[in-house]
């Protein structure tokens, strides 16, 4: 098991484009086994900070979220939409809990 958390910052003007996108690639992850926490954040005191993170049970569940069409059409496009300033690969210890939820933006 591991996971990723990731900061991507939106360029001026694209922060709606941004979470649609991103929306759009939560949509697409929630019917993926092998990735049981998936959630997209923005920070409170700038929405223009995004802050992704994102758990895998194994290497090949990442490998098939990383080889999905919803995920390639996003990396095709991220960079349009804003620069990546932080990406670290995390590994769990401990009880993970997780439980689906659901919110708007």
């Not at 939409?81 to 933006?105: C, E, N, Q, R």
Request: charged share 20%; hydrophobic share 40%; proline share 4%.
């Amino acid at each position: 098991m591991f996971a990723f958390i990731t900061n991507i910052r939106a360029k001026p003007g694209q922060r709606a484009a941004l979470a649609t996108l991103t929306q759009t690639m939560m949509e697409q992850t929630a019917t993926e086994g092998g990735v049981p926490v998936y959630v997209f954040h923005q920070a409170e005191d700038d929405l223009d900070e995004f802050w992704f993170y994102d758990l895998y049970t194994s290497e090949q569940a990442y490998r098939e979220h990383c080889s999905s069409e919803a995920f390639n059409a996003m990396i095709s496009q991220v960079g349009e939409l804003g620069d990546i300033k932080v990406m670290h690969k995390l590994i769990p210890y401990g009880p993970v809990k997780s439980a689906g939820t659901s919110f708007a933006i």
